[in-house]
C-alpha cells in the first residue's frame, strides 16, 4: 500500500473527513502552521510525493483534538520523519 493510500486509510479509521485542501507549492524552506485533520492529510500526501522535504522540520500542527494529534504523528511516521511532529494543543482544548 501506498503512503498516500494508507493516509487515507488511517484518517477514515479515525473518522477524519475527505476535503479539498489547496495546498501550496512547497519547497525545502517553506513552513506550515496546519490545523484541522484535512489539511494535515493533504499536506501529508504532497510530502509523501518529494522526499526533499522535512516535516519534522516543516510542520507544525495545532490541534486541539486527540484524532489530529494522533493523525499528525501517524502522518510523521508513515512519511519516515527523523523526528517528532511539532505539535501545539491550544489552551481549553480536549
Do not use: C, H, Y
Not at 489539511?39 to 526533499?52: E, H
Amino acid at each position: 500500500m501506498s503512503d498516500t493510500a494508507t493516509l487515507d486509510q488511517v484518517a477514515a479509521t479515525l473518522s477524519v473527513k475527505p476535503m479539498p485542501v489547496v495546498v501550496p507549492s512547497l519547497t525545502p524552506s517553506t513552513k506550515l502552521v496546519l490545523a484541522g485533520g484535512a489539511a494535515i492529510v493533504s499536506v501529508a500526501k504532497a510530502f509523501a510525493g518529494d522526499r526533499g522535504l522535512s516535516w519534522t522540520n516543516q510542520v507544525v500542527v495545532v490541534a486541539a483534538m486527540p484524532t489530529f494529534r494522533q493523525l499528525a504523528g501517524l502522518g510523521a511516521e508513515l512519511l519516515g520523519a527523523r523526528g517528532r511532529t511539532a505539535l501545539i494543543r491550544p489552551t481549553g482544548g480536549r
